[in-house]
């Protein structure tokens, strides 16, 4: 079983960063392609960004280009640096996987992982 969890996020202000991480319990962590996504108070789940097996291919939505950088390593965790920090930005911060093979176009589509952490929450004050 795949276990996902999340850490890092906290409260910041307007133009703050913080490291959000993805520890994955996972045999075989090159195995899976790593997502994030994010849901704000009374707003459904949406697509942040999305990383490849071995980190050749990424993908991120365009409200948070050139603002968060995605990266994974060796040690089974998946990162998401966010900058920059808008109060738009505020919601809980979602980890996903999957072991199908990488497709841009399902990125961002939620039934396209396996797996889910339980989140953490970025609060950005103004």
């Known amino acids: 079983q795949v276990q996902l969890v999340e850490s890092g996020g906290g409260l910041v202000q307007v133009g703050g960063s913080l490291r959000l991480a993805c520890a994955a319990s996972i045999r075989t962590f090159t195995d899976y392609n790593m997502g994030w996504f994010r849901q704000a108070p009374g707003k459904e789940r949406e697509f942040v960004a999305a990383i490849s097996r071995l980190g050749t291919s990424t993908r991120t939505t365009d409200s948070i280009k050139g603002r968060f950088a995605l990266s994974r390593d060796y040690s089974n965790t998946v990162y998401l640096e966010l900058n920059s920090l808008k109060p738009e930005d505020t919601a809980v911060y979602y980890c996903?996987?999957?072991?199908?093979?990488?497709?841009?176009?399902?990125?961002?589509?939620?039934?396209?992982?396996?797996?889910w952490g339980q989140g953490t929450q970025v609060t950005v004050s103004s």
């Open positions: 996903s996987a999957t072991s199908a093979d990488w497709s841009y176009y399902k990125t961002d589509q939620q039934g396209w992982y396996d797996f």
